[in-house]
């Protein structure tokens, strides 16, 4: 199982436990804004909206949460704009972190506030784009799927890697395939829990069990600050390191 997915399946399984379901709530409705903002409130003719409204369904999001979020938008706007940081936390673990914020100067000091407090490095844009591909991954719950027949059939619509990890599958393909592959899932009739565009290490780095932890304790504390959608890195995410989270 590769360092994204074992990352995913241990927070996919905390998420579950904890708190974080209001930060995956957080998360959408922002998506939604911002999406509606650039392309109206209509999924039918809004890919992004569509998207994020699917993602809002395998959350299991209520409707009226939705709803109101794509309301919201249309009659008040959204005053969202998308940045990232680029930087280093100790051990030379490279962190891509992708937000959706209303005061771009509140985001920065919050982000270089970790970085500084934790021993990180905040860099400069571009200057992580050889170590991260942007791909396109879908998570699917396995449910009674026929898992022979499923990869079968998905991998001619341009899908590059298919994991089953334990009861989901993680689907990733190239960004110019995305919609492609998107469009089959839905012909299947199968439920997607999740569909992003997603940064994906094409390299890792193993550590210690301690380090990797006080890692990982950053990597969280950056997912925690309201205005973080997305965190990426390339910590490898050794049996040992998973065993410790769970």
């Not at 950053?218 to 040992?240: A, K, P, R, S």
């Amino acid at each position: 199982m590769s360092g994204h997915s074992k990352w995913s399946t241990i927070k996919r399984k905390k998420g579950a436990l904890d708190a974080k379901r209001g930060k995956i709530f957080s998360r959408i409705v922002k998506e939604i804004q911002i999406a509606v903002k650039e392309a109206g409130p209509y999924p039918e003719n809004n890919p992004r909206l569509r998207l994020a409204v699917q993602n809002a369904k395998g959350a299991n999001m209520p409707k009226d949460n939705v709803d109101r979020a794509i309301n919201k938008a249309t009659n008040e706007g959204a005053n969202l704009q998308e940045v990232s940081f680029e930087g280093y936390a100790p051990h030379g673990i490279a962190v891509f972190i992708e937000c959706l914020t209303d005061n771009n100067q509140r985001t920065v000091g919050n982000i270089r506030a970790i970085f500084n407090k934790r021993g990180g490095n905040l860099g400069t844009n571009g200057s992580l784009a050889f170590i991260f591909d942007r791909k396109g991954v879908f998570t699917v719950p396995k449910g009674n799927i026929n898992a022979e027949e499923f990869e079968l059939e998905i991998i001619d619509a341009g899908v590059e890697d298919i994991e089953l990890n334990e009861d989901v599958f993680e689907i990733t393909c190239a960004v110019e395939d995305f919609g492609k592959v998107q469009k089959k899932l839905d012909e299947m009739g199968v439920k997607i829990e999740n569909a992003q565009l997603q940064r994906i290490p094409n390299d890792t780095k193993k550590l210690d069990l301690d380090a990797a932890q006080k890692v990982l304790k950053i990597i969280e504390e950056f997912e925690d600050v309201d205005d973080v959608q997305y965190v990426y890195h390339n910590l490898e995410m050794t049996d040992e390191l998973m065993n410790a989270m769970e």
